[in-house]
Nanobody, 119 residues
Framework: QVQLVESGGGLVQPGGSLRLSCAAS????????MGWYRQAPGKQRELVAQ???????NYADSVKGRFTISRDNAKNTVYLQMNSLKPEDTAVYYC?????????????WGQGTQVTVSS
């Protein structure tokens, strides 16, 4: 089992910045991807940014140039630096980890952290 602990959400004014953190712990052997999804009220959960271990990062078009995902392999932690935040970025942000298990991919989710962009 893998546990994900998120931190860093909160209330920020438009144009402001926040940094989210997600630390993974537990039976971690081979991480395939870690990233962030978000879900706004009445909308489906969507990919925000994802980092492929040993590869590149992917971003939603709506956050390109404003958000940056990074990782600390030693700490099994990913970060999402969010700059130039807009009201439409308001959502619950969920950390996601895909782990290579025995013969299968295992998906884990964090509990979610609220990000509210409002004046």
């Amino acid at each position: 089992q893998v546990q994900l602990v998120e931190s860093g959400g909160g209330l920020v004014q438009p144009g402001g910045s926040l940094r989210l953190s997600c630390a993974a712990s537990g039976s971690i052997i081979n991480i395939y991807t870690m990233g962030w999804y978000r879900q706004a009220p009445g909308k489906q959960r969507e990919l925000v940014a994802q980092i492929i271990f040993g590869g590149n990062a992917n971003y939603a078009d709506s956050v390109k140039g404003r958000f940056t995902i990074s990782r600390d392999n030693a700490k099994n932690t990913v970060y999402l630096q969010m700059n130039s935040l807009k009201p439409e970025d308001t959502a619950v942000y969920y950390c996601n980890l895909v782990h290579v298990g025995p013969g299968r991919l295992e998906t884990y989710w964090g509990q979610g952290t609220q990000v509210t962009v409002s004046s």
